[in-house]
């Protein structure tokens, strides 16, 4: 079956060509033990790192990839193509790896690039709250200045790679009332006294994000943990959530492409009442439609990706124009697959609840469809 690649990084590359190996070595025949016993896989983390594969955004001479946008997107639809979860921990970590690599001092990158790299350290981004999703300025975590450092309180949630996490980049309010203006982001090491880790979600799927929170009770901060300064940091974030939006969108194609394939050679194998599965017009067509999706999404990923690689200021609103998209034929799409696949489409020995349970997940990651339809809609007006 022809399928599309995914543009902003040539299908032949050799880090595509390694993670569509490693998706399928090392992550599909494990998958769903990692969802059955809910966790997160830190050992195929750390070969994923012996792979490259974290690392993507760090430049060369330090040791990474040096992939644009486009090509991490690339990377990680093979990736999501065998498991969203593990896929999208990835992801974290490698924005985190990047932004340090690029945007650190050099204390920060002769302490954390190389353990990131190695994947000996795993890396998270701490932004939202318990009582604080979509409304990212309202944040309520505090680093009240002390002496040349500051003192961390307060929680964060839905924090992906939780479980597992050794360095966290935490957002943080410096100046209570001032708004975007006074948040900072602070480099957080999980072992520091008054860091406290929470157990991890038990969700409908995606286990091994070893998604979940952290509380800080006290938590002395020295000047080098300061990462991106107050009056920065907000912007620095929001720029990685529409990184992350358009690597999502990158990996619904990959979890509706793998759908696809997985319909189509289940009903090439099959007859019913003597006759192939695959001359049923219903079947065909139905599959004609999620393949058309399929391109439909791969296409406006390419605009998004080559938008943020190229500067473009229209980039967030291309952003979330695929990721409202991506996710929403993604859970249309595979939930037909399964269709096609009868009973059988809702077993756990076939990739598709698992897909289906993570394209739910992926309308809820780095904004929800409603905060793509308020990016969308200010731009169409202007406010």
């Avoid at 032949?12 to 399928?24: D, K, M, Q």
């Avoid at 769903?32 to 997160?40: G, V």
């Avoid at 593990?86 to 690039?113: D, P, S």
């Avoid at 695929?322 to 990739?351: E, H, I, W």
Wanted: charged share 20%.
């Amino acid at each position: 079956m022809n399928t599309p690649d995914q543009p902003g990084s040539a299908p032949s590359s050799p880090v595509v060509e390694t993670a569509r190996r490693f998706a399928l070595e090392a992550i599909d025949p494990h998958a769903p033990e990692w969802e059955r016993n809910r966790r997160f896989p830190r050992e195929t983390f750390t070969k994923a790192a012996a792979e490259g594969l974290c690392g993507l955004l760090v430049p060369p001479e330090m040791g990474g990839a040096g992939l644009g946008i486009g090509g991490m997107a690339a990377v990680m639809r093979e990736l999501a193509g065998a498991d969203m979860g593990l896929a999208f921990a990835l992801v974290c970590h490698n924005n985190l790896a990047g932004a340090i690599a690029n945007k650190g001092t050099e204390f920060h990158r002769e302490r954390y690039v190389g353990p990131m790299l190695d994947g000996s350290t795993v890396g998270a981004f701490l932004l939202t709250e318990p009582d604080t999703g979509s409304d990212a300025a309202a944040i309520s975590t505090t680093a009240t200045p002390q002496g040349d450092g500051w003192v961390l309180n307060g929680a964060k949630a839905w924090a992906t790679n939780a479980t597992d996490a050794d360095v966290m980049n935490c957002y943080a309010q410096t100046e209570p009332g001032s708004g975007p203006r006074g948040i900072a982001a602070f480099l957080i090491e999980a072992d520091q006294p008054g860091v406290v880790r929470e157990d991890a979600y038990e969700m409908l799927g995606a286990h091994s994000t070893g998604t979940g929170s952290f509380r800080f009770e006290n938590v002395q901060l020295t000047p080098d943990q300061l990462f991106i300064a107050p009056g920065l940091a907000f912007r620095a974030a929001m720029e990685a959530i529409d990184i992350a939006r358009i690597v999502v969108s990158a990996m619904c194609a990959g979890m509706l492409r793998r759908g696809l394939e997985t319909a189509v050679e289940y009903i090439s194998s099959r007859e019913a009442f003597g006759a192939p599965l695959s001359d049923k017009q219903g079947l065909r067509w139905m599959l004609a439609d999620v393949a058309t999706d399929l391109e439909a999404a791969t296409a406006l990923t390419a605009a998004a990706s080559a938008a943020l690689d190229n500067g473009d200021p229209d980039m967030a609103v291309r952003a979330a124009h695929a990721k409202k998209f991506a996710t929403r034929v993604t859970m249309d799409g595979l939930s037909q697959c399964m269709q096609a696949l009868g009973a059988n489409g809702y077993r756990q020995d076939r990739p598709l609840a698992r897909h289906l349970a993570g394209a739910k997940m992926t309308h809820y990651l780095d904004g929800t469809t409603e905060i793509q339809n308020v990016v969308i809609a200010r731009s169409l007006f202007g406010s």
